[in-house]
């Protein structure tokens, strides 16, 4: 059968395009729900509204990204029905209870909140709405909660028994508490943390480019240059126990990232190499001997299982590695750019035109290390959808393929018109706030974080 005519491999195509699209949105929401309590605490210590303004600027981002991501998720649980029936047959014992908790605790959080957030400045006390403010943020944060320990059971599943093909729990907190899920669940938080400040730091050097120096500019600027600076270092540790935990719990999935063949000890750190599957080896690879034994195991004499022990039974090679050495790269330009824009913010005061213009181009940097990571996660799952328990073929459904290729083409299409006007929408926003085009207040009538910051700089705090 030609591939591309493969129901599964399209279907398999279909949630991978829903996936890497619903993943952006929940990224930036999830960590700019901090941001935003941040700067409202920021301003109800300080009295100074350039905070204020910086709230109310980044909060309609929050409500557009929080809105494509309800929306863009339940596409999702559609295709459970319709191209994955396997899936919740085989482990909907586990996958059930998991996804409606995410929905009973964190989006009925979110969603009760949420407009106490976007609408109530003004018609409740100021400690009301960031106490709104700070439940959509722990809200954001326990819908990951759920669903990550959804994913990292799949990745690595404990705490089940299988009866007549299915899977029932026997033990719910190893279910939740996966191998994999504390390396998983912050290292995704902290892939969030950097996908939003690098999002704040590059529309704010933007508009600075631009002229809109005000404080409100800087604030966030200043803020969100000092959260990447200090994530990118924490990313690269976490992702380093996260290679360890990958090691011990799914050999298979790290011989392809680190592209590794044979078994053997003193393995090689694989710099770069063309993977060649059909003949079992590397092309053009440059190496350093010893370096992956060493980091995996802390001696250079630690035996690394290489990919001819799992024969059809591993991932495809060169999607992972790729994906694995993309991620890893867009990390160690982060920690650049953030370490350097944070040196000459503390040393003038203002980013330089070379730091400046690195900053906007990294402005989405975040998502395409971040989708290079979920890449390296889900492809590197394969050929099981829960690791050791059901394949992904057996979880396929009967739908014909000349049905997916059109759904498939559908959701492409509508995908890119969103993205581009999210982002369109995004840089207009920017442009309306810049000078002579103030952020209008959430409530025009009844702002009273405007009146308190008058009030602070008549007495000379503002």
Not at 428 to 456: I, K, S, T, Y
């Amino acid at each position: 059968m030609n591939s591309l005519a493969d129901p599964v491999l399209l279907s398999r195509l279909q949630f991978a395009a829903n996936m890497s699209f619903h993943i952006l949105f929940p990224a930036i929401s999830i960590a700019l729900a901090w941001v935003l309590l941040y700067f409202k605490l920021r301003h109800g210590r300080s009295g100074d509204g350039a905070w204020m303004d910086a709230y109310r600027f980044w909060v309609k981002i929050f409500a557009l990204s929080f809105a494509i991501g309800v929306v863009s998720g339940i596409t999702m649980s559609f295709q459970f029905g319709t191209n994955w029936p396997g899936y919740m047959n085989t482990v909907g014992n586990v996958a059930g209870p998991l996804l409606a908790y995410e929905v009973l605790t964190a989006f009925f959080l979110e969603a009760s909140f949420l407009g106490i957030m976007l609408f109530g400045a003004g018609r409740v006390s100021r400690r009301i709405h960031t106490l709104a403010t700070l439940l959509v943020a722990v809200g954001t944060t326990l819908s990951a909660f759920w669903i990550l320990a959804l994913n990292s059971w799949m990745q690595t599943p404990t705490g089940f028994t299988m009866v007549d093909g299915q899977a029932h729990p026997t033990d719910w907190l190893a279910v939740l508490f996966s191998p994999s899920f504390p390396y998983r669940f912050v290292h995704m938080l902290t892939a969030s943390g950097l996908v939003t400040a690098f999002l704040i730091a590059g529309i704010s050097a933007w508009r600075w480019r631009r002229g809109d120096q005000g404080s409100d500019v800087r604030a966030a600027l200043a803020s969100a240059v000092g959260l990447a600076a200090l994530l990118a270092p924490l990313q690269i540790a976490v992702g380093d126990l996260h290679g360890i935990n990958t090691f011990h719990h799914q050999p298979s999935k790290l011989a392809a990232m680190e592209g590794l063949w044979d078994t053997q000890r003193a393995a090689p750190a694989v710099l770069f190499a063309i993977p060649d599957e059909a003949a079992q080896a590397n092309r053009y690879e440059i190496a350093i001997p010893g370096l992956a034994s060493l980091y995996l195991g802390h001696t250079t004499d630690t035996e690394v299982r290489g990919l001819k022990e799992f024969p059809g039974a591993h991932p495809p090679v060169a999607p992972v590695f790729w994906a694995f050495r993309l991620m890893v790269g867009i990390g160690l330009l982060m920690l650049v750019v953030s370490w350097s824009a944070l040196w000459q913010l503390r040393r003038h005061g203002q980013p330089g035109p070379l730091v400046g213009r690195a900053l906007v181009a990294m402005t989405f940097s975040g998502w395409l290390a971040l989708l290079a990571g979920w890449y390296v996660t889900e492809i590197g799952r394969q050929p099981w959808l829960v690791q050791g328990v059901l394949t992904t073929a057996a979880a396929a459904g009967p739908v014909p393929a000349d049905t997916v290729t059109l759904s498939l083409a559908m959701y492409l299409g509508l995908y890119v018109l969103l993205l581009s006007s999210f982002v369109g929408v995004l840089f207009h926003l920017a442009r309306q706030a810049g000078p002579g085009h103030p952020v209008p207040p959430l409530n025009p009538d009844l702002d009273p974080f405007r009146a308190e910051a008058r009030h602070a700089g008549e007495h000379g705090h503002a």
